[in-house]
């Protein structure tokens, strides 16, 4: 069980926003860690998509913004294009477990 | 070009033991630590431990502490995550990924993965 929480799926027409969430505790990112957000395309090492909750990675389309609030983040993917298809991850770091975590990944359909 | 290229796919079984590589290049090895992390089949990421290849300091996550290894020979830009006694349970992909010391985040890249897989 991942410590931090996530939908298992979502999904969206091409052009829609989605948005994916994170849910974490007191100890990782209520205890003020930062999210950061992963993208996993079919048969591919995980890529950084999204750092310190909302800053892009070079290279990174700004149709992908994050945001975190409380013990919460979030990915937002507007303008849903046909290549976002794939796994996201949240990750932060947690404190009583003096280590990283990520979310359980949340699969992204385009209709 | 800066990468990460992991050694190949593995077939073992039950109680054998393996060493997996992951070799950096294009940048000073010593300058960035290395995380492993774990992809069962269909499953999420978890984070396995890390090291710091510049005086091969190590962290493990609780779930891995004690079942795996990881170690560094900064002279060929090499880390490695060994196990002395496979299962069954070990079979999965496994990722290393770089970052910058004092980050917490996985900034890349990312090794390709070594398939390991465990059965009698």
């Known amino acids: 069980q991942s410590v931090l929480t996530q939908p298992p799926s979502v999904s969206g027409a091409p052009g829609q926003r989605v948005t994916i969430s994170c849910t974490g505790s007191s100890s990782n990112i209520g205890a003020g860690y930062d999210v950061h957000w992963y993208q996993q395309l079919p048969g591919t090492a995980p890529k950084l998509l999204i750092y310190v909750n909302n800053n892009r990675p070079s290279g990174v389309p700004d149709r992908f913004s994050g945001s975190k609030s409380g013990t919460s983040a979030s990915l937002a993917i507007t303008g849903l294009q046909a290549e976002d298809e794939a796994d996201y991850y949240c990750?932060?770091?947690?404190?009583?477990?003096?280590?990283?975590?990520f979310g359980a990944g949340t699969k992204v359909t385009v209709l | 070009e800066v990468q990460l290229v992991q050694s190949g796919a593995e077939v073992k079984k039950p109680g054998e033991s393996l060493r997996i590589s992951c070799k950096g290049s294009g940048y000073r090895f010593t300058s960035y630590w290395i995380s492993w992390v774990r992809q069962m089949p269909g499953k999420a990421l978890e984070w396995m431990g890390r090291i710091d290849p510049s005086d091969s300091y190590t962290n493990y996550s609780p779930s891995f502490k004690g079942h795996v290894t990881i170690s560094a020979d900064k002279s060929i830009s090499t880390a490695y995550l060994q196990w002395s006694s496979l299962k069954a349970s070990d079979t999965a992909l496994y990722y290393c990924a770089r970052y910058a010391s004092g980050i917490y985040y996985f900034s890349g890249p990312w090794g390709q993965g070594t398939l390991v897989t465990v059965s009698s």
């Open positions: 990750q932060s770091y947690d404190s009583s477990l003096s280590g990283y975590v």
